[in-house]
C-alpha cells in the first residue's frame, strides 16, 4: 500500500486553513473579575472519541452547571445534523469509549443510599451508537460490581477482556465477556501467585501479570512465553528495595519481549524491553537525566498493535520522542496549528482520517476539535467557555533549593499586576504522584483573585527519580513539610510574595500537609485551609491503604512523622477545615475528629462540610465547588 512520506503528510497538514483556528480565538478585553460560576460550573465537554472505522464521534456534554451529562453522537461527515443523544435519570456519566463500531462503554456513577449507608459506586452499560435497543449493564444485580475492562479484542469485536472476581474470593479473575449477550467465559483464574496486574498481548493472551507473596513480603512480576502456559518469575519488589518497576505492553515485533519501565539500579526510571525467553533485558531504550521516563507510544492499530512510535516523558509539561517518522510528521503537523498549546491527539480512526485533538495550555482551558482527512478541521467545543484567555495567568517552572540542600520542582501561577503578591502554597495530595499542570482550576482561580501559587513536587513526590521519591519515607509533617515552606519562603526571597500574607492550601494528603503548617513553631502562614485531609495517622493504614495491596504494602511502612490530631494544641493560625462527608477515601472523621478537639482548645477555626461529596476533585459537583470556592475566598481575604 502507497504511503505518503512524512514531509507530504506535515505540510498538507500545516497547509490546513488557519482561519478554522482563529475563529475560535477569544478577542483581547480588559482583564475583568469572573463570577465563581466561571470556575465552578463543570465542564460544558469532557470528552470526544471517534469510532474505528472513522464515521461517527461520541461526544460528552454537560446540560447544566451541575454537569448532568449526556453523550452526542454525530456522522463525522456531517456535524451539523441533529445527533443521537444518550442520558438517563441517576445517572452521571463520566467516561466512553467505542468498543467496536457499532457499541460503546459509557461509564457512569450512581449515588446509593442503602439505610443510613450513603456511597457512590461506579458502573458501566453497553449501548448501542444508533440509539436503539436497551442499555446493557454488565452484573446489573451487584450495587457493587467489582469488575474492569481489561481491552478490547481487535479479530474479535464482539468480545471485550474483563477482570473479575467470579468466586468472590477477593483475587481478581479475567473473563471474556461478549457485548450483545452478555455471555462469559474464564480466561484466566486468578489465584495466591497470580493475582492481578494482568497485561493482554496484541491478540488478548494474558501473559504478564503480579501477585503479592507473603512469604518474602514482596510483589513479584510473573509472564510467559507466547502460547505456554507456565509463568515464569522476572522480577521481585520489597518495600525495602521499592524501585519502579512495571509491565508496559508487549512488543509488536517479538511477540516474546515485554517493555517494561524500571531503575534497573538506576536513579531514575527508563525504558527497556524483556525477553521472556532469554531471561534478559534490552540496553536501555530511553532515559533522561533529570525526570523518569513514563511509557512507550505504541499503535493501537488492529494491524500494528503494539508496534514502537516513540516514548514519554514529562518535565514542565508531557513531551513525546519518537523513532517512527510517520507518527512524529503527524503529530509535528497537528502541533504546528497550536502554537504554545500542548496538544494531544486523544483518539484516532484505524487510517487516520478521522483524529480527535485536545488543546490546552495555562490559558486555555481546554479546547477539541475534529481532523477529517488531514485537511479539514472542524471545531467541537470548550470544556469552561466563559473563561478567557485574559482571565487566566502565566504558570512558571522553576527549581529551588529546600533548607537540606535539596533541590525541588516547582510550578508558579503569577497573577496579573505588580508583585509582591499575596501567595499560597498548594502542595499536592498522593503523596506518591507529581503535578503536572498544564491549566490548573484551583491555582488559576486564585491566580485571578489576585494570589500567586506555589505547587512544590516536595521530596516524596514520584517522577524525579527513586532517591527524591523514597526521601518522603517517614517524613510527614518533617521534612516534606519544609520544602512547603521553603517553596513560600523562596517566593519572598524573590520579592515575589508578600511575607506578610502567606497561606497554605491542600487536598488529601495536600490537606494533611495544610493540617500540619497551621501548627508549626515560628510559623511563616497567617492563615490555612485543609481540604480531605488526614489528620490521625494511626487511623489511616485501615482506611486509605486497607484495600489496595501497593499502598498497604509499600506505602503505609513509609507513613510517619506528625500526628496532626496529637498535636492540636499547637494549632496557632486561623484554620479552615472543609471535607465531603461520604468521603470513601479519607473518611469524614479524620476532619470531624480533629474540628472536636480544636473545640475543646478554642482554637480559631471554621468548619465546612461538603454534603454528598465523595474525596476526588472530579466527584465535586457545582454545589460543592461553589461553596468550596466562597469559603476558601472568604478566608484568605479576611483571616490572611
Not at 523 to 530: G, M, T
Amino acid at each position: 500500500m502507497f504511503r505518503q512520506s512524512p514531509f507530504v503528510v506535515k505540510m498538507a497538514i500545516i497547509s490546513i486553513i488557519l482561519s478554522t483556528c482563529m475563529a475560535v480565538q477569544a478577542a483581547n478585553k480588559e482583564r475583568e473579575t469572573l463570577p465563581l460560576d466561571a470556575f465552578a460550573t463543570l465542564p460544558a465537554m469532557n470528552q470526544a472519541t471517534v469510532s474505528l472505522d472513522g464515521s461517527k464521534i461520541a461526544i460528552v456534554r454537560a446540560t447544566s452547571k451541575n454537569g448532568d451529562y449526556i453523550v452526542e453522537i454525530y456522522s463525522t461527515k456531517d456535524l451539523k445534523s441533529d445527533p443521537v443523544r444518550l442520558g438517563a435519570d441517576r445517572m452521571e456519566i463520566t467516561n466512553i469509549g467505542w468498543l467496536n463500531n457499532e457499541k460503546i462503554l459509557v461509564q457512569f456513577t450512581q449515588n446509593i443510599q442503602d439505610g443510613n449507608d450513603n456511597y457512590w459506586v461506579t458502573k458501566a452499560a453497553i449501548v448501542n451508537a444508533d440509539g436503539k435497543g436497551s442499555w446493557r449493564i454488565p452484573f446489573p444485580k451487584e450495587n457493587r460490581a467489582n469488575y474492569g475492562v481489561l481491552d478490547t479484542l481487535s479479530d474479535e469485536p464482539d468480545y471485550i477482556l474483563l477482570t473479575r472476581d467470579i468466586n468472590d474470593n477477593r483475587i481478581p479473575d479475567v473473563i471474556r465477556y461478549n457485548i450483545n449477550t452478555g455471555a462469559t467465559k474464564t480466561v484466566l483464574r486468578g489465584n495466591e501467585k497470580i493475582s492481578g496486574g494482568f497485561v493482554p498481548d496484541p491478540y488478548g493472551e494474558i501473559r504478564a501479570a503480579s501477585g503479592y507473596d507473603a512469604a518474602s513480603n514482596s510483589i513479584k512480576q510473573y509472564a510467559r512465553v507466547k502460547g505456554e502456559s507456565k509463568w515464569r518469575e522476572i522480577y521481585s519488589n520489597s518495600p525495602e528495595n521499592r524501585e519502579e518497576w512495571e509491565f508496559l505492553y508487549f512488543s509488536h515485533e517479538n511477540p516474546d519481549e515485554v517493555y517494561v519501565r524500571a531503575n534497573l539500579k538506576e536513579n531514575l526510571a527508563g525504558i527497556y524491553t524483556y525477553n521472556i525467553k532469554t531471561n534478559t533485558y534490552s540496553e536501555r531504550l530511553f532515559g533522561l537525566k533529570s525526570v523518569d521516563a513514563d511509557s512507550v507510544l505504541l499503535s493501537r492499530k488492529s494491524a500494528t498493535r503494539g508496534q514502537l512510535l516513540g516514548y514519554t516523558y514529562t518535565s514542565k509539561h508531557p513531551k513525546r520522542v519518537f523513532v517512527d517518522p510517520n507518527e512524529e510528521a503527524l503529530f509535528k503537523g497537528v502541533e504546528a496549528l497550536f502554537p504554545k498549546k500542548v496538544v494531544s491527539l486523544v483518539s484516532r480512526s484505524e487510517d487516520d482520517n478521522a483524529i480527535i485533538i485536545s488543546t490546552s495550555s495555562a490559558k486555555d482551558p481546554g479546547s477539541y476539535f475534529l481532523l477529517t482527512d488531514k485537511k479539514k478541521l472542524d471545531f467541537l467545543g470548550e470544556r469552561f467557555p466563559l473563561i478567557k484567555p485574559e482571565h487566566l495567568s502565566s504558570v512558571k517552572y522553576v527549581k529551588y533549593t529546600a533548607r537540606d540542600g535539596r533541590k525541588i520542582h516547582a510550578y508558579i501561577t503569577v497573577p496579573s499586576g505588580k508583585g509582591p503578591f499575596p501567595a499560597v502554597v498548594m502542595p499536592h495530595g498522593g503523596p506518591w504522584v507529581r503535578d503536572v499542570v498544564i491549566y490548573d482550576e484551583w491555582s488559576q482561580l486564585l491566580a485571578h483573585h489576585g494570589y500567586m501559587v506555589i505547587q512544590p513536587q516536595y521530596r516524596g513526590s514520584t517522577g524525579y527519580g527513586l532517591e527524591h521519591w523514597k526521601a518522603g519515607d517517614k517524613k510527614w509533617g518533617l521534612e516534606m513539610q519544609d520544602d512547603n515552606d521553603d517553596a513560600a519562603l523562596y517566593l519572598v526571597k524573590k520579592g515575589l510574595a508578600d511575607k506578610d500574607r502567606l497561606a497554605i492550601f491542600g487536598w488529601s494528603y495536600g490537606g494533611y500537609a495544610a493540617f500540619a503548617g497551621s501548627m508549626r513553631e515560628n510559623n511563616i502562614y497567617q492563615c490555612s485551609i485543609a481540604g480531605a485531609g488526614v489528620t490521625d495517622l494511626s487511623r489511616i493504614n485501615a482506611t486509605l491503604f486497607g484495600a489496595n495491596r501497593f499502598g498497604r504494602i509499600f506505602q503505609a511502612p513509609t507513613v510517619k512523622g506528625v500526628s496532626p490530631i496529637e498535636q492540636a494544641d499547637k494549632v496557632n493560625i486561623p484554620l479552615l477545615i472543609i471535607h465531603g462527608d461520604i468521603d470513601q477515601r479519607v473518611p469524614v472523621e479524620q476532619s470531624r475528629l480533629f474540628v472536636d478537639e480544636l473545640n475543646k482548645l478554642d482554637k480559631d477555626f471554621k468548619y465546612v462540610e461538603l454534603e454528598g461529596a465523595d474525596h476526588f476533585y472530579n466527584t465535586l459537583y457545582y454545589r460543592h465547588k461553589t461553596k468550596l470556592y466562597t469559603e476558601m475566598l472568604d478566608w484568605l481575604k479576611n483571616k490572611c
